[in-house]
């Protein structure tokens, strides 16, 4: 990226506050950088203990497995899952809330008496579910940040400073270059208007 200036104090200037924004920015980007780095691990590791979580709890509930051809699919179901936004090192992730589940009334004395289990069974496999995904998203939310984070970091670190400072640079010497020029083409004047005055005596 070629950084436009002009040849005079004003864009020196400009440059000058362009290059400080910059610098100022830089540690904070860094900062946030790693912030989202270290989030995304957290949210990661969390949804993999989740799903895995939820393998053991199936595992654990494979006993039941002849059982369930007994139990009415439509007797739960899941009406509301509420989702929070929480803003996780500036960015705003998903977070779960409450999950409303509708259970349809049952005879106790006439169904098996396992069913309330089956119902709390099922409530906790599928909040593991649901959370494992609500992490997954937050996780690819912040990943996603954090590739933009370090865009921006490697854009101020490996272009944008050192072509402000080169800008800076070029004018600078310019600036000398032409303050040099001046002077000496000033005493070349004094020194040709002495000669005349003396050719004149």
Do not use: C
């Not at 940040?145 to 072509?163: A, D």
């Amino acid at each position: 990226m070629s950084i436009k200036f002009q040849y005079n104090k004003t864009s020196l200037n400009d440059m000058g506050k362009q290059l400080k924004v910059r610098q100022n920015a830089l540690p904070t980007l860094k900062n946030k950088e790693s912030a989202l780095r270290f989030e995304v691990r957290k949210a990661k590791a969390k949804s993999e203990q989740l799903i895995n979580d939820l393998e053991a709890a199936l595992k654990r509930y494979d006993y039941l497995a002849a059982l369930w051809t007994e139990f009415e699919p439509d007797l739960i179901s899941i009406t509301d899952v509420e989702l929070k936004t929480v803003k996780v090192a500036g960015v705003k992730t998903p977070e779960l809330g409450d999950i409303r589940y509708a259970i349809r009334d049952f005879n106790a004395f006439a169904k098996p008496a396992w069913y309330a289990d089956g119902v709390s069974i099922l409530k906790e496999l599928s909040r593991l579910g649901i959370e494992s995904e609500v992490y997954g998203e937050k996780s690819r939310i912040l990943d996603f940040q954090r590739k933009k984070t370090t865009q921006k970091v490697n854009l101020y670190e490996k272009v944008q400073i050192p072509g402000y400072q080169e800008a800076i640079r070029k004018i600078k010497r310019y600036m000398e270059d032409e303050e040099t020029l001046t002077k000496a083409s000033s005493k070349i004047v004094k020194s040709r208007h002495e000669q005349e005055e003396e050719g004149q005596l």
